[in-house]
């Protein structure tokens, strides 16, 4: 996608990691920096491939997993707009570990490596920030490798609902989400077969929990009285006890504007 220097500046300057550069050194970085459309299902790279750049999610939705010798995937994030990918990779030789697939249209902006580089000479603080950005990730990983090991099939469900949902649950009202990746990632995001994804569906729809309607999930007054108040701990020892109101969304959830049925549409 073709996009003039002035206009890639300007995109530079939304990014957090880039807005205090200097105007010499946004200019600079621009020339390093393309705009990508691509469709669902494209690879933006493989394991075993060379990082080249870093990538700042515009649109749509990727998924960063890795594989087995015998093809076997796990999917270790789930990437959305504003998010940034590719950063620890820049700072290493080696070939990288994961894959990066969208499973949706997508639109990134990708910085080349060398780019980077001479803007952090630019500006040493761009190298605070990008360490900053790195640390978040690796936190919200352990966060979720902590999830993997101790939640119950449900309690994963829950606490997914209730990150999505944010301080809307807050209200006290009925959420609306709706999933704008397809069910399956979902469900290998989660270490989920889909199968147990729409079993645990069924059970929390069943008990009056949740609606499901294509790809709405609507949490029910009941959910909000039987789970807002919940943290995880307390999800992975099956007690209902008290969760800060207002507790900030998973950093791979985005959630949408504009309201619908019973309450707000938070987008996954």
């Given amino acids: 996608m073709h996009t ?12 957090a990691l880039f807005r205090d550069l200097p105007g010499n050194a946004m200019t600079d970085i ?10 669902k299902c494209r690879i933006v790279y493989a394991a075993g ?21 015998d093809g076997d995937e796990k999917v270790i994030e789930i990437l959305s707009p504003r998010d940034i990918f590719g950063v620890a990779e820049l700072f290493d030789d080696a070939p990288c570990v994961s894959a990066v697939e969208t499973v949706t249209p997508v639109v ?8 980077v580089l001479r803007a952090i000479e630019h500006d040493p603080g761009l190298s605070r920030r990008m360490l900053g950005a790195m640390a978040r990730r690796q936190t919200s990983i352990e966060r979720e490798i902590a999830a993997e090991c101790f939640q119950s099939g449900t309690a994963k469900v829950v606490a997914t609902l209730l990150r999505l949902a944010g301080p809307d649950v807050a209200r006290g009202e009925p959420v609306v989400l709706e999933l704008a990746i ?7 995001r989660l270490g989920f077969t889909p199968e147990t994804l729409s079993r645990i569906f069924r059970e929390l729809s069943d008990a009056g929990m949740i609606h499901v ?6 949490l029910t007054a009941a959910f909000i009285r039987c789970y807002g108040g919940v943290d995880s ?13 207002g507790r900030p969304a998973a950093p ?6 504009g309201a619908a049925r019973a309450g707000r549409v938070q987008r996954i």
């Fill in 4 to 15: 003039s220097l002035d206009d890639l500046a300007l995109l530079l300057g939304e990014v």
């Fill in 30 to 39: 621009a020339r390093s920096t393309e705009v990508m459309s691509l469709p």
């Fill in 49 to 69: 491939d060379y990082p080249r750049a870093l990538y700042h999610v515009m649109s749509g939705h990727l998924k960063v997993s890795v594989s087995s010798p």
């Fill in 108 to 115: 990134l902006m990708a910085i080349g490596r060398e780019g």
């Fill in 182 to 188: 397809p069910k399956h990632v979902l469900a290998a």
């Fill in 213 to 218: 309607h294509g790809k709405q999930v609507t």
């Fill in 233 to 245: 701990l307390s999800l992975r020892a099956g007690r209902p006890v008290g969760r800060p109101a």
């Fill in 252 to 257: 791979w959830f985005e959630r949408g504007d």
